[in-house]
Antibody, heavy 119, light 108 residues
Framework: EVQLVESGGDLVQPGGSLRLSCAAS????????MGWVRQAPGKGLEWISY????????FYADSVKGRFTISRDNAKNSLYLQMNSLRAEDTAVYYC????????????WGQGTLVTVSS | EIVLTQSPGTLSLSPGERATLSCRAS???????LAWYQQKPGQAPRLLIY???SRATGTPDRFSASGSGTDFTLTISRLEPEDFAVYYC?????????FGPGTKVDVK
């Protein structure tokens, strides 16, 4: 069974940093591209970042470009999101999701971790 | 950047009724890269449809989807109590992934 478990969410002050992790199990992590999607309280889904299986390519939404960095460690079956210069509008539940190359969609999702940016 | 618009914002229906949800793109989207997700309160999104019309594993056959170019539709033939949720369309193109704002299907 595919499992994605996010962690690292916390309350952080504006301008601060946070690193999210996503632990993957139940599939060959190194064979899949992965992404991060967030959801502000009461709002819709917002894609924010994507990384290929070998880390050769990363994409970012304009809203986080230059502040967030996606990375992965295939040996540890883990995906990361380093978030710097956090703003109040970054407050959201952050989901990691597996991109299935065959069906071209996010076919598995974690349960999410809450990041709150507030003073 | 391709913008997705979903309508209606909210659809109020009774169990057993048919639901028709629309997703429109600001420019043409490859059908291969159009997906639909269902999200219930307090839960992560769940993949329903990929490739514009293919049901994901576990998606009941009362869910169907179609469309091409800029206009896509998700239909629920007869609403079951567990179908009341928010539905999002999503596309991939030009190194960007975008979600529509969602359609909430609630109980009339």
């Amino acid at each position: 069974e595919v499992q994605l478990v996010e962690s690292g969410g916390d309350l952080v002050q504006p301008g601060g940093s946070l690193r999210l992790s996503c632990a993957a199990s139940g599939f060959t992590f190194s064979g899949y591209n992965m992404g991060w999607v967030r959801q502000a309280p009461g709002k819709g889904l917002e894609w924010i970042s994507y990384i290929t299986s070998s880390s050769s390519t990363m994409f970012y939404a304009d809203s986080v470009k230059g502040r967030f960095t996606i990375s992965r460690d295939n040996a540890k079956n883990s995906l990361y999101l380093q978030m710097n210069s956090l703003r109040a509008e970054d407050t959201a539940v952050y989901y990691c999701a597996r991109w299935d190359y065959g069906s071209h969609c996010y076919d598995s999702w974690g349960q999410g971790t809450l990041v709150t940016v507030s003073s | 950047e391709i913008v997705l618009t979903q309508s209606p914002g909210t659809l109020s229906l009774s169990p057993g009724e048919r639901a028709t949800l629309s997703c429109r793109a600001s420019q043409s989207v490859s059908s291969s890269y159009l997906a639909w997700y269902q999200q219930k309160p307090g839960q992560a999104p769940r993949l329903l449809i990929y490739g514009a019309s293919s049901r994901a594993t576990g998606t009941p056959d009362r869910f169907s989807a179609s469309g091409s170019g800029t206009d896509f539709t998700l239909t629920i033939s007869r609403l079951e109590p567990e179908d009341f949720a928010v539905y999002y369309c999503q596309q991939y193109g030009s190194s960007q992934f975008t979600f529509g704002p969602g359609t909430k299907v609630d109980v009339k």
